[in-house]
């Protein structure tokens, strides 16, 4: 498939502004951004950073689900936290999701994210 085709579905929060969920092109899925809202109602989940970095990598999965993709497909992830000392949180939650054979990924504290989300996830996938 060389054209761009556009990845949605309701089990994660919709786009916030003006990007896709994902987009696939050429054998890859692009995962936009996902922080931790509800995919029912838009806002922050409550609770701790290993509660709200599991919201955002729930929503990964099931963007990756509606591409066709499981999460041992994604290849590259970059990690984006507010506060690089919840590190240690997140990581053990993230690694959670990939048991064997882990993707390539960056992961930098910024100033500020969304809604003042305290961690942002985007993921690449391979389609199998």
Do not use: H, W
């Amino acid at each position: 498939m060389s054209a761009k085709q556009v990845i949605k579905t309701d089990k994660a929060p919709q786009a916030i502004g003006p990007y896709s969920q994902a987009v696939e092109a050429n054998g890859f899925v692009f995962v936009s951004g996902q922080i931790p809202l509800d995919p029912k109602t838009g806002n922050i989940v409550p609770g701790d950073i290993r509660e709200q970095t599991k919201r955002v990598m729930e929503n990964g999965k099931a963007i990756l689900a509606a591409a066709g993709c499981a999460m041992s497909a994604v290849v590259r992830s970059t990690i984006y936290l507010k506060n690089i000392g919840d590190f240690a949180s997140v990581n053990e939650m993230y690694g959670s999701y990939f048991p064997a054979d882990p993707p390539a990924r960056a992961t930098v504290e910024v100033a500020r994210l969304p809604k003042d989300a305290a961690v942002e996830i985007d993921f690449v996938a391979v389609k199998r």
